[in-house]
């Protein structure tokens, strides 16, 4: 079956550092994939997505590549800030209907 | 242009008892997925409903039954409550229609926050 594996958290950064939150799959087919946040109290908020193998998808400052020949989505930005302060999750799709299968999320704490 | 709307927000029940959450979609989308999600987890798929059937679902007890309205927005309800229900219970709309169809990802509502006593 279909599975996500991410690094656990909880990651605290300094204002400014660079970010990495690794982010393996295994999927049979061609998986879509995505990045998810959430904020305290919130629902996931769709945050970047990739559809085919060397996508690289981008928003707010953040990237991940898809990378077919090592099972990865890895995201990265290259400037934290202190609103970037949530739990990230990594997820794919696949399938006719194209169920969503989440990883256990990656708690990012940035402090000023 | 209202997103995915879920109530209630919290909920509290006692073991036993029967439950009912409520999710309108996204206006243009036609298919309505549920989630649950413990605390420190990422959300489990429960099932997906479109055009008021249910399509697709996980392992999760019969316990767990759900239904879609002519107007897109689906019901979860949980029966004879258990301690370990308690979870973020997550709603996310999709269209069916189209190439891209769900690739370009859910659109998930806040939640709601059930806590069985």
């Known amino acids: 079956g279909n599975s996500v594996t991410q690094m656990e958290g909880p990651v605290t950064l300094s204002e400014e550092a660079f970010l990495t939150i690794n982010c393996t799959y295994t999927a049979t087919g061609y998986p879509s994939l995505f990045w998810y946040v959430q904020y305290p109290g919130e629902g996931l908020q769709l945050l970047l997505k990739a559809t085919k193998a060397d996508d690289k998808g981008s928003n707010k400052g953040f990237e991940a590549t898809y990378r077919k020949e090592t099972t990865s989505f890895h995201l990265e930005k290259g400037s934290v800030q202190v609103s970037d302060s949530a739990v990230y999750f990594c997820a794919l799709s696949s399938g006719g209907y194209q169920k969503v299968t989440f990883g256990i999320g990656t708690k990012l704490q940035v402090i000023p | 242009d209202a997103g995915v709307t879920q109530s209630p927000t919290h909920l509290i029940k006692t073991r036993g008892q029967q439950v009912t959450l409520r999710c309108s979609p996204k206006s243009g989308h036609d298919t309505v997925s549920w989630y649950q999600q413990a605390l420190g987890q990422g959300p489990q798929f429960i099932f997906q409903?479109?055009?008021?059937?249910?399509?697709q679902r996980s392992n999760f007890p019969d316990r767990f039954s759900g239904h879609q309205f002519p107007n897109y927005s689906s019901e979860l309800n949980v029966n004879a409550l258990l301690l370990g229900d308690s979870a973020l219970y997550l709603c996310?709309?999709?269209?069916?229609?189209?190439?891209?169809?769900?690739?370009?990802?859910?659109?998930f509502g806040s939640g709601t926050r059930l806590t069985v006593v």
């Open positions: 409903y479109y055009e008021e059937e249910e399509r």
């Open positions: 996310a709309s999709s269209s069916n229609r189209g190439a891209k169809g769900h690739m370009g990802g859910y659109t």
